[in-house]
Nanobody, 121 residues
Framework: QVQLVESGGGLVQAGGSLRLSCAASGGTFSSNAMGWFRQAPGKEREFVATISWFGVSTYYADAVKGRFTISRDNAKNTLYLQMDRLKPEDTAVYYC??????????????WGQGTQVIVSS
């Protein structure tokens, strides 16, 4: 049974940084692409970033490109999202996801419970 547990969310001022972590268990972490989504209040869930199974390929939403960095440590079964130069519009619940293949070609197969990020102006 795959479990994804996010941590690292919180309250930060605009311009600040946060690092989200996602601890994965069940299955083989290193065999699958991983990613982050987010959902702001009153808005639909949206894609943030993905990373391929070995971390070679990454892809970002335009809204976060150049400010966020996705990475993974397959030895620790952990996914990260380094968020810099945060803006109030980054306020959302952030979800860790696991795909069913090495590249994110299909919708995510598993979702974490989410961690709240609040960016104050």
């Amino acid at each position: 049974q795959v479990q994804l547990v996010e941590s690292g969310g919180g309250l930060v001022q605009a311009g600040g940084s946060l690092r989200l972590s996602c601890a994965a268990s069940g299955g083989t972490f290193s065999s699958n692409a991983m990613g982050w989504f987010r959902q702001a209040p009153g808005k639909e869930r949206e894609f943030v970033a993905t990373i391929s199974w070995f971390g070679v390929s990454t892809y970002y939403a335009d809204a976060v490109k150049g400010r966020f960095t996705i990475s993974r440590d397959n030895a620790k079964n952990t996914l990260y999202l380094q968020m810099d130069r945060l803006k109030p519009e980054d306020t959302a619940v952030y979800y860790c996801v696991r795909y069913s293949s090495r590249s994110p070609v299909d919708p995510p197969a598993y979702w974490g419970q989410g961690t709240q990020v609040i960016v104050s102006s």
